[in-house]
Each structure stands twice: as C-alpha cells, then as structure tokens.
C-alpha cells in the first residue's frame, strides 16, 4: 500500500510539474513569435541587399504567430487542469491556509474531533461537487461542443472540463484517508499549514538574534 502511494504521489508531482513546463513552453513560443518577426522586418530595412531574405524570415514568422491562436486556448486548458488537478495536492503538502490557530488552544481529544468534524464538511462538500460536476460534463461530452480554436485539432469542451470531476474525486479520497487517520488516532489535524506555530517560531528567533 505505501509503495503505491509513493508511486501516485510521485505521478502526481510529476504530472504538475508537466502542466507548469508545457504552459511555460507554449506561452514562450507565442510570445517569441509575436515579438522576432519585428526583428527580421528592421534587419530587412537596415540592408537593403539582404532585404528580400529578412523579409522572407518576418513574413514566415507573423504567420506562424497569426496560426498560434490555439496558444491561449491551451494555456487556459492547461491552467484548470493545474487547478482542479493541484486542489487534492495541496491538501497532501499541507498547501493550505492555516487557520486553525484556536483549535490548536484546545486539548488534544477535542482537537481530534473538530478535525473529524472538518473532514466530515470536507468530504460533503468535495462530494457534492464531484455528483454535480460529473451530471455537468456528462451534459457538456453529449452535446459534443468544440473547444475555442482547439476544435480544429478534434478537443471538445468535454475534454477539458473532464478534469472538474477528477479532481473532486480526488480530494474526497484524500480526505477520506485524512479521516481514516484521524479515527486511528494517526494525526490530530488535518494537516493544514499551522502559520501560528511558524510565526511564533520565526518572532522567537527574531527575538533572540536582539
């Protein structure tokens, strides 16, 4: 069973990190063939015996950046999927916002509980969504619409916005397996940031460096 998590946990750092670099990429691209054409075209001017080639090279490289309008669409594609695909992972690495600095004032017994109660929210809510998410692309993947100026490569809206309910999915067995921790008495929390404890830590040094 760990070995399996370690696997997942690696697919899914590796996933994101793929989604960061192919949006880097992509936007590099666009924006590289929107700004060099400009290049070529003030070359052309500036020498007038190789005009004829540097003009060539702009012509070449402005309809490239015309024909990259899929550029953003993609961008935008991959962006969601990043969203909904980093929500269960930042539950993992704790990627939240603390704020439960007054439940950390309580015992450790009520503590558990209040983390119960939480994960129970949690679970209704990342539930709820993943039903009413599904029922929504269900209705989106029959009408069969073509994505914006992704159409034309065979993307539909369906394909992109598949990822809501996956990543619903995915958080309710994140924090099903939170749950299954706390009622083991394996953790107290539900493993959120604690920014109370760190900003203590980090006056407590600035104290004793004066």
């Not at 070449?60 to 935008?76: D, G, I, P, R, Y």
């Not at 992972?89 to 600095?101: K, M, P, Q, S």
Request: glycine letters at 8%; aromatic letters at 14%.
């Amino acid at each position: 069973m760990q070995t399996l998590r370690r696997v997942w946990e690696h697919l899914e750092e590796s996933f994101i990190a793929f989604l960061l670099a192919a949006m880097t990429l992509v936007t590099f691209v666009y924006v590289m063939f929107n700004n060099v054409y400009t290049l070529f075209f003030s070359l052309a001017d500036k020498w007038a015996l190789s005009a004829d080639f540097f003009n060539a090279l702009g012509d070449h490289t402005l309809s490239w950046a015309q024909e990259m309008t899929w550029s953003v669409a993609l961008t935008k594609a991959m962006f969601g999927w990043l969203i909904f695909f980093g929500i269960s992972y930042g539950v993992r690495t704790a990627g939240h916002l603390g704020v439960d600095a007054l439940v950390k004032l309580t015992k450790r017994p009520v503590q558990r509980l209040l983390g119960m109660l939480a994960c129970l929210c949690c679970l209704a809510y990342a539930g709820l969504f993943m039903v009413a998410s599904y029922k929504w692309v269900s209705a989106v993947m029959t009408a069969q619409i073509g994505a914006e100026d992704l159409a034309q490569y065979g993307v539909d809206v369906g394909d992109i916005v598949i990822i809501v309910p996956i990543g619903f999915a995915l958080v309710f067995i994140r924090y099903l397996e939170i749950f299954y921790r706390l009622f083991t008495h394996r953790q107290v929390g539900l493993g959120l940031a604690d920014e109370a404890g760190e900003a203590s830590k980090l006056a407590s040094g600035h104290e004793e460096r004066h």
